[in-house]
């Protein structure tokens, strides 16, 4: 092998650790989401990309770089997670992916350049203008009118991923309309062009909008009740970094963690209150290990709702369980306590450690994909026979939301509160 630098080294060694292990026995492909989706592609599946990964390095090691085109298959992959709870060995296909997905940005070890033009450009617009589409003071406007505490510790942080949903819709009929050539040249010509960012606000859907504006409404309007006070940083609120990280990005993810833990503590924030699940795993789990003085708490918003303030009723619903509330560090189940003290909750058969991804992280690089996982995903939610289907995350309400039975959960808990009821009757 010709020589390399330590970085590539590192990652190297990182890929061997995590794909060795593997017996091939083939327990993950049961659970992996993308592998029925992609109509049994052995390389869009949880042992195929270990697979892959073992073949990268056979080719790092005998010819020095990788020839084996390899990012479809990294790419593709949800990060879910799924895989690790049923394999025998440890083996993780979502960090394979993810080790993956770095040695592609890096560029070092492949033979041509395989990034996606579509993460590029999200990474790109991230950087600069701290969101994935340049329209953090869009993404503002949901506060108009509410009423912050300026001088609280405690910060209510969306990290804008509601609001980024009413793009999703707009971004995926342009991506099946004109195909994903098109896609991936607008994207590199936004890379290239990113001031053409600021018209990206026309992109988006109103209805989605006004329905993701009012989710956050919910969410003020449920802390406020509690007693909660918290401050907020309106058109200055950044995005998390999340796609910077999942897409490989690792050089960049390291800066944009600094510039996040910089900011919180220019704002004296001592409390994180974080709303969706994407955000509270990153903050979470994955930060901490960025910055050295990452020294806040972090939280999920449904760890300040008290229990008596809803009232119980004899509804049955079913819940979605978000991957990377269930899936990831120690697991976190606070959304599903909740529900089941308010009301009767089913859920599928896929559930728990087991849960079957709504296929949202692959909305904006595999459309169809994605569409097929949260069809299959929407199924067996609908097979437990409820009338209401509630999840904690927009990007699963987003990819789930087939008819009007699928609801956010905040309001569900809106419409339970005792207080709420009270001013019905």
């Not at 910089?262 to 704002?267: A, S």
Request: glycine content about 6%.
């Amino acid at each position: 092998m010709t020589e390399k630098s330590e970085y590539s080294l590192n990652l190297l060694e990182k890929l061997e650790d995590e794909v060795n292990s593997c017996i091939n026995c083939g327990f993950c492909e049961s659970v992996c989401p993308t592998l029925p989706s992609s109509g049994f592609r052995s390389s869009i599946g949880a042992r195929g990309r270990v697979d892959v990964g073992k073949e990268m390095i056979r080719e790092i090691k005998g010819k020095g770089v990788i020839e084996l085109k390899v990012d479809e298959s990294f790419y593709s992959c949800l990060d879910c997670y799924a895989c690790l709870q049923v394999c025998p060995a440890g083996v993780n296909a979502g960090k394979v992916s993810e080790i993956g997905k770095e040695i592609i940005t890096s560029g070092e070890l492949t033979i041509e350049d395989q990034k996606n033009p579509i993460a590029n450009m999200i990474v790109e617009l991230t950087m600069k203008y701290r969101n994935p589409l340049g329209i953090r003071e869009v993404c503002a406007g949901w506060s108009a009118g509410l009423q912050f505490e300026s001088e609280s510790t405690n910060l209510l942080y969306t990290g804008n991923m509601y609001q980024m949903m009413a793009y999703n819709e707009t971004l995926r009929k342009i991506e099946k309309s004109m195909g994903d050539a098109f896609s991936k040249n607008m994207a590199r010509y936004l890379t290239k062009h990113s001031g053409l960012s600021k018209y990206m606000k026309y992109f988006r859907n109103k209805k989605t909008e006004r329905e993701m504006n009012s989710y956050l409404k919910n969410i003020y309007s449920l802390l406020k009740d509690s007693g909660i006070k918290f401050t907020y940083l309106h058109e200055e609120e950044p995005y998390p970094g999340t796609f910077i990280h999942d897409l490989g990005y690792e050089k960049e993810f390291s800066e944009y963690a600094k510039y996040l833990c910089d900011l919180f503590h220019e704002r004296k924030v001592k409390t994180i209150i974080t709303v969706d699940p994407h955000t509270y795993d990153l903050l979470k789990n994955t930060l901490p290990s960025y910055v050295t003085d990452f020294d806040f708490k972090v939280i999920y918003y449904l760890d300040l709702l008290e229990e008596n303030d809803f009232q119980r009723t004899s509804d049955n619903i079913t819940y979605h369980e978000p991957c990377h509330l269930v899936l990831r560090g120690e697991g976190y189940n606070r959304p599903k306590k909740l529900l089941e003290s308010i009301a009767k909750v089913s859920m599928p058969y896929r559930s728990g450690k087991k849960v079957f991804c709504c296929g949202g992280p692959d909305e904006l690089l595999y459309g169809k994909l994605s569409s097929n996982i949260s069809e299959e995903r929407f199924r067996q939610l609908k097979e437990t026979g409820t009338e209401k289907i509630i999840t904690a995350c927009p990007i699963c309400l987003s990819n789930l939301k087939k008819d009007d039975s699928v609801e956010d959960i905040s309001s569900y808990l809106i419409s339970r509160r005792k207080d709420n009821l009270k001013e019905v009757q």
